[in-house]
């Protein structure tokens, strides 16, 4: 019994690891000034930042300046609360957050009881807190935009300043997975990559990828190609993070396959015959709160977990096969899976 008791500690653990400071780099920050309609400084006003994907929340008391600062925040969309004696409560809906973003958001408070409150439909924050030059392939972008090949560094191109020899072919890993982009004019090899700020790429040679993660498991992707801060650095020429999805309060799950076979195509019309091509992308997601129905989690407001697994199969003049390998903050022992949960 005393055994059992122990492995269950240890699986408790590992499932509720906390961030690490590596993955520092892809949270966010919201900051701001909390006052009244003369401009004044608002002290001691209570400020409640909360998730709508999982009713987590953060909170921040302001200054003698009334400024608040909330660090640590994972991408996604927020609701923000502010309270303090002798004002309105004033809530704004819909912040959105994005990797390693910096945003400003002030409230001006009207005289009232905290009893009542008013609601505002959030607009994009300004983000003024750092100067870094950098572009973002949002999730909606990551889920709706073709790629041949399905590899998400062709999103990489997108930006100003970055060109990239690659085929847009599904590539290998290591030293044979290089993204082949070059930022501002640099070397190929002058590029950090990190997944969910950890270091992704090959550190014998610096310039491939260990892993491509299924395009189903990528929340949204940011570029910083200068003036990005200290904690990024390590690379001359940009930073690329790619932030992986977590799961929230509501189970949520989808299967798919990308199928292509000659059978299909036109024949190429200086070719003899058709170019053998035999190409399946399946796999599965799924995700939710982690619970143990009748002990544990049972308000849906503690640990979330997303779950991730494909496979590629392509036959043609190039390639044989290539089967995607574990990755993510948990991984499963079991090949060729993508899996994490985040706590």
Known sequence: MRISGTITLIILILICVKTSPAQEAQQATLTGFVTDQSQAAVVNAQVTVTSQATGLSRQAVTDSDGLYTVVGLQPGLYNTKVTAPGFK??????????????VRLNFTLEPGQVTETVTVQAEVGLQSETGEVANLITGTQV???????????????LGAGVSSSQTGRQMGLGQ?????MAVHGGRISMNKFTYDGALAMDTGGNRG???FPPMEAIAEVKVQKSNYGADAGGFGYSVVNVVTKSGGQQFHGDAYEYFR??????RNFFANER??????NFGYTFSGPFLIPGHYNQDRAKDFFFWSES?????GPQINSFTAPP???????????????HC
């Open 143 to 157: 889920t709706e935009v073709a790629l041949n090949g399905r590899n998400f560094t062709q999103f990489l191109t």
């Open 275 to 280: 170019q053998v091509i035999r190409l399946n």
């Open 89 to 102: 409560t004033v809530e704004q809906v819909g912040v959105t957050l994005n990797v390693g973003a910096s």
């Open 261 to 266: 076979n000659d059978k299909l195509d036109a």
């Open 327 to 341: 990755q993510g903050v948990f991984t499963a022992q079991a090949p060729h899976r993508h899996s994490e949960i």
């Open 209 to 211: 990828l260990d892993l």
């Open 176 to 180: 044979e997975g290089n993204p082949l």
């Open 311 to 315: 496979w590629l199969r392509r036959v």
